[in-house]
């Protein structure tokens, strides 16, 4: 009998020990709970870029033609093809100039019958340049000649002769001198007509590729050559009504050929026309309005017609705190994230800027490398302690051998009570 009392009173006596601490347990107001946190993250810098996608095609970024000048006569030949590329510089169109080259050719003429009349002038006057060396030779005393008959009167006769062929070498001079200034003006008529010849052969301002030829142009400002430019491409689409409000001039474009989807090339928003394509009509859902992009660098691979796949770049942050729409909550117009810091969260307020695709700038409230939990639940709160559950199978037997008995006692009674 005193057995089976004894029995009762442990069977109470424990059946109250566990209610009480049952109730101790749940009482938030009497003891402090902690949090199993399966997951966290560590906050990153990133990029984000807001993109409009849509589609344009290649077009020439500029085109011209050559026009027929009838100022400049009949047309030789023109010396291109459909087809080439060529560079600028390049002769495209020769006109005839038969004209000029008949007056050069006469002009040349001229020069040469100056030269000859030069030539012998310049020949005379050696000559005489020789004589008058030879009379004043002879009109020089003889000092060892003593007699004195008529040498008066030879010397007189010598003088008149040098005073003449110094004369006439005079001429001579003026005479070259004169054919030497018509030949010079002779040359720069020459010269002056070459520079007018050069006129007449048209080249290329540009590089690109040659589209139409017309070697036979019936009427003034006809063109003969047109030429389309091949560096750098512009990109022509349209916009919808909603797009083209977001889209500026000068933003950014990635781009890429539907046959070449891994090329990507960037350039910029050249022009954006506010004037719709076709005539608006109320029975249309929306109008369209025609824009270009300007590639920056070109590349061969590219040709005019190609269909091209085009992101316009709205807006963009680079290496901003980055974090993901998971990790965020919202309360009272208020944004959250629990920040793990010491063993407990702590409920931080954080400012947002830009937000691509459920990822989010942080604009204020993170630094790059803090923890932050993952998925938040409803029950975490503020200064809450936290721990982190560890997977028995990940744990090794001479780990847990390094641990004293009491140290495992401690581990085993935590864990219940958490």
Known sequence: MKKQTLIGIIITISLAFIIINISIILSTDHIERSKALNSYSNTENGDLKKLLSTKGVVIPSSNYSIQYDKSLGTINEVKVSEGDVILAGDVLIEYQTGHIDAEIEGLEQQISRLTARMSSAESDLSSLEQQLSEAQSDS???????ENNNDNN????NENSEEVISNQIGDKQ??????????????QKITQLHGEKAKYTITSKMDG?????????????????SINSNQPFLI????????????????????SANVLPDLKKEGTVKELKMDPIGEPSVEEKESFYPFRAEMIEADETWHHGYHISLD????????????????????AGKTYVYVIKNGRLEKREINLGLEVNNRNEVLQGLAKGERIVSHPSKDIKDKMEIFMPIN???????????????????????????
């Open 236 to 255: 022509e689409g349209k916009l919808s009504e909603k797009q083209a409000a977001k889209v500026k001039e000068g933003q950014k474009v990635i781009a």
């Open 174 to 187: 003026d005479q070259i001198e004169d054919l030497n200034l018509q030949v010079d003006g002779v040359n």
């Open 312 to 331: 316009i770049v709205l807006d963009e942050r680079n290496g901003v705190v980055v974090i993901p729409d998971s990790v965020i909550q919202k309360k």
């Open 392 to 418: 028995h199978r990940n744990v090794e037997k001479k780990t847990l051998k390094t641990f004293s008995s009491e140290q495992r006692v401690r581990l085993i009674l935590r864990g219940f009570v958490h």
């Open 209 to 225: 590729t040659v589209t139409e030829i017309n070697p036979y142009p019936q009427s003034e400002n006809e063109a003969v050559v």
């Open 140 to 146: 020089s005393p003889d000092l060892f000649d003593t």
């Open 154 to 157: 030879d010397n007189s006769d």
